[in-house]
């Protein structure tokens, strides 16, 4: 407000603030006061029921996939440190996450070892 951080406020400073912020919580307690009142009595309610039938917090989970179903391919490349050059392999990932690499998709589409 003033011209360094620590130097005192005056009564007019003073006056000023303190009208800005009874006028702020002036228009908002209007607000303030239906969304309370509808909170609370919705937290009456809850505890008045005593509902049976809460959620569960457990994380859901997907039905087990069937053993080999691939989860990911693709096309990358990868540096072969015996000829020092980059070379295209086919990538495949199963649901066991094992990782599968083929000289190309081609090979993989014909049942080759990885």
């Known amino acids: 407000m003033g011209g360094s951080a620590s130097s005192q406020l005056d009564e007019g400073k003073c006056a000023y603030i303190r009208g800005k912020t009874e006028a702020s919580i002036k228009n908002f307690s209007p607000y ?35 053993p080999g179903t691939v989860l990911y391919e693709a096309e990358l490349s990868q540096f072969a440190e015996d000829i020092r050059k980059w070379k295209d392999r086919y990538i495949v990932i ?21």
């Open 94 to 114: 199963k649901n066991d996450f094992a990782v599968e690499s083929y000289e190309s998709k081609e090979a993989y589409q014909r049942g080759a070892v990885p």
């Open 32 to 66: 303030y006061s239906r969304q309370y009142s509808v909170a609370f009595c919705n937290h009456v309610r809850s505890e008045v029921e005593q509902q049976r039938d809460l959620t569960s917090q457990f994380l859901k989970t997907k039905p087990p996939l069937e």
